[in-house]
């Protein structure tokens, strides 16, 4: 079993015990975390990230304005792997850091036991973040669990040594023309690509399909009461059907999984030539492909704007220093730290203040050809105009359509097989 197969079979597993094991106590209110540890006396807080937040240089910077507080980091390697530990943890009821970061897809299935964070609300955060952000991680009784991070929305980015090899135009505006706005189009620059070069046009369909789900309002559950759909959505199918023809059948992907160790090593290799990229992958690209040269930024989209992940930090009631823990939590989020974060690993803000900021307009990226990633990204924001609906069930049910578009990659199930095995998963779901 790969890596990525070990990964899924867990959160399938935990998420069924998470469910189980919370359900009988989802609606005590009474656990309200420890404020213990105040002023000069010395306190550790934890901190549990994924992927890359962008907090190395803060948290040195946080320690050295609190002499008292010591911060020990923990970053997951993935989103998933998080996720898995936050549920095994929660259902056990100990264990968790001072401080856990939710991916945006998985918040809505722990937004059911919201009562198991603390409520971080205050007017000194009121109307910080953008609408949408902050009600995102508010539950039906007002209380907001967590302090919005980042953002996602999506760019191009590209390999401007492979593009001017393959005789295509190298600059980011006149590839931003080739590339155009709709898929349709995004799949054709791939064809003239794939015409002149033996490198793969994008990493793999799963990403690519992430980018395309990610603009439709309605995908996998009704918005109201939650009934799941997915299965009997045409527009779900069409998207997999339309992802699998131009990654496998117009032979357009490099059948790379993402986060797998393929994958990673790929950005060594030539692995592919573009690849779909909201602002927070900027550091992952960067850190996978140090030493490489050609990377730059396209600013367009096809499809017109996406918005893909973005994150929040929480207190779990577990927590025995919950005070220091909401204090650090919103020092990271607030809108100078987050353009920091921005600056560091390519975290898109949002903070309301923080989108506004001239600093953030002027923020330019050395390694993708000094491009102008704080305009772009910004631009990139501005072109989002849906927000899909995401319930409880979102992250399993995507979770098990990943798995089905990767059956497809590595030819371990045909298309038509491995839609029907995604249904008989979703099923299974309840």
């Known amino acids: 079993m790969t890596r990525a197969k070990r990964m899924h079979a867990l959160a399938a597993v935990t998420a069924v015990s998470v469910v189980v094991t919370l359900s009988a106590c989802a609606s005590d209110d009474s656990a309200s975390g420890s404020t213990s540890g105040s002023g000069n006396e010395k306190v550790e807080l934890t901190l549990a990230t994924f992927n890359q937040f962008g907090y190395d240089d803060l948290i040195t910077e946080y320690q050295k304005l609190h002499p008292n507080i010591t911060i020990k980091h923990k970053k997951a390697a993935t989103s998933n792997e998080a996720r898995d530990n936050l549920n095994t943890r929660l259902a056990a009821g100990s264990g968790l850091s001072d401080i856990e970061a939710i991916e945006v897809d998985w918040l809505p299935e722990l937004m059911q036991y919201s009562s198991k964070f603390n409520d971080l609300g205050s007017a000194e955060v009121k109307d910080r973040w953008l609408d949408w952000k902050a009600a995102a991680a508010t539950d039906q009784k007002g209380r907001l669990i967590g302090y919005g991070t980042d953002s996602g929305p999506e760019a191009i980015c590209y390999r401007s040594d492979l593009f001017k090899k393959a ?39 799963g990403a690519t399909y992430q980018g395309m789900v990610n603009q439709v309002e309605t995908t996998y559950e009704n918005k109201g009461d939650n009934t799941v759909i997915a299965t009997t959505n045409p527009e779900v199918r069409r998207l997999y059907d339309t992802v699998v023809k131009a990654g496998i059948d117009d032979g357009l992907s490099a059948h790379l999984q993402q986060w797998s160790d393929d994958w990673a090593a790929s950005f060594q290799k030539d692995g592919f030539a573009t690849m779909l990229c909201p602002g927070w992958m900027l550091g992952v690209i960067e850190g996978n492909a140090k030493g ?128 029907e095995r995604f249904v008989n998963d979703v099923k299974a779901l309840g």
């Open 167 to 205: 005789g295509l135009p190298t600059d980011r505006e006149k590839v931003a023309e080739l590339l155009g706005s709709s898929w349709d189009s995004y799949f054709a620059a791939g064809k003239k690509f794939k015409a002149a070069s033996k490198v793969p046009w994008f990493d793999s369909i």
């Open 292 to 419: 490489v040269k050609g990377w730059d930024v396209a600013n367009t989209f096809p499809g017109g704007g996406g918005n893909w992940g973005g994150s929040y930090l929480t207190v779990p009631t577990q927590s025995k220093h919950a005070k220091e823990a909401k204090a650090l939590a919103a020092w990271l989020t607030a809108p100078e730290q987050q353009i920091k974060a921005f600056k560091a690993v390519g975290a898109f803000p949002s903070q309301q203040a923080a989108l506004t900021s001239p600093e953030l307009a002027s923020v330019k990226n050395p390694f993708f050809a000094n491009a102008p990633t704080g305009t772009i990204f910004a631009e990139r924001a501005k072109a989002v105009t849906v927000t899909p609906y995401k319930g409880p069930k979102y992250f399993p049910v995507n979770d098990a359509m990943q798995q089905a578009l990767t059956r497809v990659e590595d030819k371990s199930m045909t298309p038509e097989k491995s839609w």
